[in-house]
T-cell receptor, first 110, second 117 residues
Framework: DAKTTQPNSMESNEEEPVHLPCNHS???????IHWYRQLPSQGPEYVIH???SNVNNRMASLAIAEDRKSSTLILHRATLRDAAVYYCIRPSGGYQKVTFGIGTKLQVIP | NAGVTQTPKFQVLKTGQSMTLQCAQDMNHEYMSWYRQDPGMGLRLIHY???????DQGEVPNGYNVSRSTTEDFPLRLLSAAPSQTSVYFC????????????????FGAGSRLTVL
């Protein structure tokens, strides 16, 4: 997989919105952007993915820059249960061999 | 629907022992993969499979063997365990398909924590 860049850690107050950034400056036109999160002591779980347009689901929103070189995962109201490591990935080598970076560790402050 | 099931959840081995981590999925996914996760590091791909009878190496394959005789099962074998293989192991599966809402989304198991003394 080609590289994505995320901050190592972020903090948010409970019930406030959280914007988690990801840079993927070498993205090609057909690469999707996927986000996963990993709660403590659990396996990663899918959050959202998109190609060009902004996407919404029950967990989060994904805002993709017009040039597609960056994206932002938006949690509209952070809860304590959202404290996790969030991974932004770009499966350019094929979905069967997805690789993950270190991700962003989100701390939610009560 | 069980999803991806990994066994055992915990295992302690002595250096040189062998063991198999089991992974089974009941979603008829063609893609399956094994990752390891070490403290402070992301997930690193060990081996993956695109279907029964087809496997390939990921980033860190040394010391591990895999086979895929059925769509459902993808065991990971450690032939001679080493302390460097102490880690948490995750199995994942997905299916391909353009335009399908769930396609290309990885489903992970709960993990197997392995300690090699």
């Amino acid at each position: 997989d080609a590289k994505t860049t995320q901050p190592n850690s972020m903090e948010s107050n409970e019930e406030e919105p959280v914007h988690l950034p990801c840079n993927h400056s070498t993205i090609s036109g057909t690469d999707y952007i996927h986000w996963y999160r990993q709660l403590p002591s659990q396996g990663p779980e899918y959050v959202i993915h998109g190609l060009t347009s902004n996407v919404n689901n029950r967990m989060a929103s994904l805002a993709i820059a017009e040039d597609r070189k960056s994206s932002t995962l938006i949690l509209h109201r952070a809860t304590l249960r959202d404290a996790a490591v969030y991974y932004c990935i770009r499966p350019s080598g094929g979905y069967q061999k997805v690789t993950f970076g270190i991700g962003t560790k989100l701390q939610v402050i009560p | 629907n069980a999803g991806v099931t990994q066994t055992p959840k915990f295992q302690v081995l002595k250096t040189g022992q062998s063991m198999t981590l089991q992974c089974a999925q009941d979603m008829n996914h063609e893609y399956m993969s094994w990752y390891r996760q070490d403290p402070g590091m992301g997930l690193r791909l060990i081996h993956y499979s695109v279907g029964a009878g087809i496997t390939d190496q990921g980033e860190v394959p040394n010391g591990y063997n895999v086979s895929r005789s059925t769509t459902e099962d993808f065991p990971l074998r450690l032939l001679s365990a080493a302390p460097s293989q102490t880690s948490v192991y995750f199995c994942a599966s997905s299916y391909s398909g353009q335009g399908s809402a769930g396609a290309n989304v990885l489903t992970f198991g709960a993990g197997s924590r392995l300690t090699v003394l």
